[in-house]
Nanobody, 124 residues
Framework: QVQLVESGGGLVQAGGSLRLSCAVS????????TGWFRQAPGKEREFVAA????????YYADSLKGRFTISRDNAKNTVYLQMNSLKPEDTAVYYC?????????????????WGQGTQVTVSS
């Protein structure tokens, strides 16, 4: 059973930055693609970004390109999400997950198990 522990969220003013971390255990992290999702109040969980097993390929939701950067450290079994130029509409709970390929990370409905997430609140 994979365990996912997200951290790094908090309250930040618009225009600020945060770096989220997700520690993964229970599977061979370096063999899996990893991704970030988010869920705002009253909305469905949505795809944010994904990264291939070796970090060679990255994918982003179109609306987030240029502001968010996903990265990973396979030695630490951790994936990161650097978020810059944050906007109030980025306010959400952020989650990570893993899959064999980045294709499966494009939709949240593929997954049945999640971590507790980390709250990001951007004030205007």
């Amino acid at each position: 059973q994979v365990q996912l522990v997200e951290s790094g969220g908090g309250l930040v003013q618009a225009g600020g930055s945060l770096r989220l971390s997700c520690a993964v255990s229970g599977r061979t992290f370096s063999s899996y693609a990893t991704g970030w999702f988010r869920q705002a109040p009253g909305k469905e969980r949505e795809f944010v970004a994904a990264i291939s097993w070796n970090g060679g390929s990255t994918y982003y939701a179109d609306s987030l390109k240029g502001r968010f950067t996903i990265s990973r450290d396979n030695a630490k079994n951790t994936v990161y999400l650097q978020m810059n130029s944050l906007k109030p509409e980025d306010t959400a709970v952020y989650y990570c997950n893993t899959a064999r390929t980045t294709t499966y990370l494009r939709t949240a409905s593929y997954f049945t198990s999640w971590g507790q997430g980390t709250q990001v609140t951007v004030s205007s």
